[in-house]
């Protein structure tokens, strides 16, 4: 069974750059398997941010195109982003996920990030 | 791209059935049967109810059914549940290879 951890710096601040890392576990990470990012400000609702390819391809959100990157490390079972320029409303709970197919099957328990000063 | 629209509540007694709309576009809902609905409880993280339109993944109760018409996509809940208190998205994958959520629906049982 695939397991997901979320970790990251808890804290940012303004104009700064969140960078995320998502630990894959119980899964040979291979084959054609997609990953994503999701998170879900305080209050409000899940927005989708990015999703990548094993094999390196992304696609991203195109409210965040301009200040996010995604990447996938092979060798240590790795899928991380990168959010540059953080204002206050990036804060919110970051999760990565699985994909089934065009489903996210398997969430990590997320890692809350707070931008401020 | 704009988020689904969802009613922002709905609510029920047990045992009731309630049905939670989802409205998008032709370049999201409408273009693929695409569309999953999550549930999500506060601060935990979103377990996936239905995918594809109206699959239910293994272990999710027959009480979550899920239909799309259209533009819009619908999760209905059946025999309502005190643990069915929660929140819903729905999510559609999108004609530009993104994916966009919906609004949410907190769900109260009354």
């Known amino acids: 069974q695939v397991q997901l951890q979320e970790s990251g710096p808890g804290l940012v601040k303004p104009s700064g750059t969140l960078s995320l890392t998502c630990d894959v576990s119980g899964e040979s990470f291979l084959g054609d398997q997609w990953w994503s990012w999701v998170r879900r400000p305080p209050g409000k609702g899940l927005e989708w941010i990015a999703e990548?390819?094993?094999?390196?391809?992304?696609h991203y959100n195109p409210t965040l195109r301009t200040r996010v990157t995604m990447s996938v490390d092979r060798a240590n079972k790795q899928v991380s982003l990168s959010l540059f320029s953080v204002t206050a409303a990036d804060t919110a709970l970051y999760y990565c996920a699985k994909h089934r197919a065009f489903s996210f099957e398997v969430w990590g328990q997320g890692t809350m990030v707070t931008v401020s000063s | 791209q704009s988020a689904l629209t969802q009613p922002a509540s709905a609510s029920g007694s047990p045992g009731q059935s309630i049905t939670v709309s989802c409205t998008g576009t032709y370049s999201d809902v409408g273009a693929y049967n695409r569309v999953t609905w999550y549930q999500v409880y506060p601060g935990k993280a979103p377990k996936l109810l239905i995918y594809d339109v109206d699959n239910r993944p293994a272990g999710i109760s027959i009480r979550f059914s899920g239909s799309k018409s259209a533009n819009t996509a619908s999760l209905t809940i059946s025999g309502l549940q005190t643990e069915d208190e929660a929140d819903y998205f729905c999510n559609s994958y999108t004609t530009s290879n993104t994916y966009v959520f919906g609004t949410g629906t907190h769900v109260t049982v009354l």
């Open positions: 990548i390819h094993h094999g390196g391809t992304a």
